[in-house]
């Protein structure tokens, strides 16, 4: 089955930098790669995701990846806030009525 | 509702009761999933009902913990024989249809087993 393997763990940034988050799949057959947040005591949300057909997707601040060769996806966030300070999961599944993998999440800290 | 309701939000047990928790997902969504995670951790896959199809019950730890979904809608995880290692925030979502990515979560139940 799909497994997700997410780095960092943690990761801390000052406030105006960038913050990169990877993610690893393993089912080639994978065709639809979602970011979630998860602000702490909430549930977490959609913000932003990609289907295998295009390479990069952006909104705003905030841009995604894929290298479908590689099985490798990434999460982009630019002009960090202290608002942007939260747990970010990756998922991967297939469209069609399977189920959604996620990875392990990054704590993200963003100092002002 | 507007949203993905799940009850009871906090549920404190004794180890060796059985457990039920429920979820109600948003209105015409034929996908719903069971997630768990514990303290700090990330979102471990359960269980996953779609529309009339068999669920897929891969991610069940172990045969003390059951889901059914009934009529296509209102779900039921079912946790027999509590062990402390159960204790945890049990997340329910939905999705719209089957071709559609986008998964709408409950605020969750939290489970404490003493």
């Known amino acids: 089955g799909e497994n997700v393997e997410q780095h960092p763990s943690t990761l801390s940034v000052q406030e105006g930098d960038s913050a990169v988050i990877k993610c690893t799949y393993s089912d080639s057959a994978s065709n639809y790669f979602p970011w979630y947040k998860q602000e702490l005591g909430k549930r977490p949300q959609l913000i932003i995701d990609i289907r295998s057909n295009v390479g990069e997707k952006k909104d705003q601040r905030i841009a995604v990846t894929l290298n479908k060769t590689a099985k490798h996806f990434s999460l982009h966030i630019t002009e960090t806030q202290p608002e942007d300070s939260a747990v970010y999961f990756c998922a991967a599944s297939i469209t069609g009525g399977f189920k959604t993998i996620f990875g392990a999440g990054t704590r993200l800290f963003v100092k002002a | 509702g507007a949203g993905v309701s799940q009850s009871p939000s906090n549920k404190v047990t004794e180890k060796g009761k059985d457990v039920e928790l429920r979820c109600d997902p948003i209105?015409?969504?034929?996908?719903l999933y069971w997630y768990r995670q514990s303290l700090g951790q990330g979102l471990e896959f359960l269980i996953y009902f779609q529309g009339n199809s068999a669920p897929d019950k891969s991610g069940l730890p172990s045969d003390r913990f059951s889901a059914e979904r009934t009529g296509g809608s209102v779900s039921t995880l079912t946790i027999q024989r509590t062990q402390q290692e159960d204790s945890a925030v049990y997340l329910c979502?939905?999705?719209?249809?089957?071709?559609?990515?986008?998964?709408?979560f409950g605020e969750g139940s939290r489970l404490t087993v003493l």
């Open positions: 209105s015409g969504h034929t996908a």
């Open positions: 979502a939905s999705s719209l249809t089957r071709n559609t990515g986008e998964l709408f």
